[in-house]
């Protein structure tokens, strides 16, 4: 995520304005700004992590004197009860930060968590599990960083990166064998071409396509397929596949899955950040 280090940081800062645009009103209220305190964070369920940088990022955002001491890497798996990291600073300051630090963590580690149980689910075979544009608008960069934490493969960053032809597509260029030979005069990219039947494939085969993407078919359909590609394209697979029918879309011969659930329905990590033992006041 170096990369987009400017973008995140301008992100964090707009969360952090979102959630307190102008005073933590119960925070100035109940705690004296000289307070320092220290916290635990701990998972409240198993879990793999991701984000461990972003909400160190965002407790410093508040005050760059607030310490996080990380005690996993983005990446590595956290049982129920484990200690992730340690907080030290002001109080307030930690109280201040803390929802949007733990809304990041807890979104992007239920994100690498669900990953990491669709990699498990095809451990074994060929297929790799890829992630898709489906992910929350300003929030893709942080989302698919948290796809490679669990062991998944980055699709496409954006529309940009790669030429993907879908129906609309095909229609509006009139045919398969259009839109490819239009696309092939723009980039030498792999093209992806997404197909629902034989004759489609066979269309795509004979147009060129590098990569075809068999939509809503079933492991039998797509071994069938499979057959007829004969190697002379890479297999992808999407529409629909979950944990439970992962590893038979696997089994058929998929090179690649696709599933967009990883980002638009996972589910976030239970977590918690308690303040331990006695505050300490500065004076």
């Not at 990219?189 to 079933?218: Q, S, W």
């Not at 990590?269 to 308690?274: A, E, P, R």
Request: aromatic content about 4%; charged content about 25%.
């Amino acid at each position: 995520m170096s990369s987009n280090r400017d973008y995140i940081a301008r992100h964090i800062r707009t969360a952090l304005v979102e959630d307190c645009p102008k005073i933590d009103v119960t925070t100035s209220a109940c705690v004296d700004s000289s307070q320092n305190s220290k916290a635990v964070l701990i998972a409240k369920q198993d879990m793999v992590v991701s984000g461990m940088n972003i909400f160190s990022e965002t407790m410093k955002a508040v005050d760059s004197k607030t310490k996080v001491f990380p005690a996993l890497k983005d990446g590595q798996s956290a049982k129920k009860g484990a200690v992730l990291a340690r907080i030290s600073g002001r109080s307030a300051a930690i109280l201040k930060a803390e929802r949007v630090a733990l809304n990041y963590l807890q979104r992007m580690s239920g994100i690498a968590t669900l990953t990491a149980r669709y990699v498990s689910a095809t451990k074994g075979t060929k297929a790799k599990i890829f992630d898709t544009r489906k992910t929350t608008p300003t929030l893709r960069v942080f989302e698919k960083y948290a796809v490679t934490c669990g062991g998944g493969v980055n699709h496409r960053e954006s529309l940009s990166d790669a030429p993907l032809i879908k129906e609309n597509h095909i229609r509006a260029s009139g045919c398969i064998a259009n839109a490819v030979k239009k696309i092939r005069k723009l980039t030498k990219k792999p093209i992806i071409l997404e197909v629902t039947n034989r004759d489609e494939i066979l269309e795509g085969l004979a147009a060129g396509a590098d990569i075809l993407l068999l939509d809503n078919m079933t492991p039998a359909q797509v071994g069938r397929a499979v057959k007829l590609i004969n190697e002379r394209a890479v297999v992808e697979v999407s529409g629909g596949i979950t944990v439970k029918t992962a590893r038979a879309h696997a089994l058929a011969g998929a090179d690649r899955i696709s599933v967009g659930a990883l980002t638009h329905s996972a589910p976030a990590c239970d977590l918690s950040l308690l303040f331990e033992g006695e505050p300490n006041v500065v004076v």
